[in-house]
């Protein structure tokens, strides 16, 4: 079945410096969304990519999807402790729900 | 308006029990689907309902199901408890069959001892 790849696993940066995560997955993706999970929280949808080398920006994170849609990136600028958590990426796999990643933990020393 | 709901929050069983967990989901959100979450294996999806039939299901055993009711209310079971289902059970709605942005429930948290 599809895998969804995701690295670094662990992530630790000083408050204020960039961070990014890369997920590539084993088959060609419709599209690919991202999530981030607080310490003790749940999944939390951030986007939606669909279109081959798409580009989106909210406020300090950029989300690419590669040309060939099967592998994504996202990219913090100048992180603040509220960063803090596990960003995840997942596709869609046939009519097999999600596949995800398992995840960056994204650790913020202040 | 309401997020998605699940109950109990917590929950502590005996291997060979069996347990149900309920999800209600956004209103007007017709898709709920199962994950479960541990350290070991991450995320990893259980089935998706949709107007009340199972659509999708994961790779896990039938000792996992569930069900979808008229009102879009899921449930799902979980028989014979075995020492590895310990997990974070996920709920997700969406507004439609297929992945298009899950809203994901608090979960609930299952220890079975």
Redesign the interface.
Known sequence: ?QQVMQIPQYQHVQEGEDFTTYCNSSTTLS?I?W?KQRPG?????LI?LVKSGEVKKQKRLTFQFGEAKKNSSLHITATQTTDVGTY?C?G??G?????????THLIIQP | KAGVTQTPRYLIKTRGQQVTLSCSPISGHRSVSWYQQTPGQGLQFLFEYFSETQRNKGNFPGRFSGRQFSNSRSEMNVSTLELGDSALYLCASSPRQGSYGYTFGSGTRLTVV
Do not use: M, S
């Not at chain 1, 009519?95 to 995840?103: E, H, Q």
């Open positions: 079945g599209n969304q999530y929280g749940h999944p939390v949808f939606q995840f997942a869609p796999e009519a097999d729900g999600l596949t995800f990643g398992k995840g």
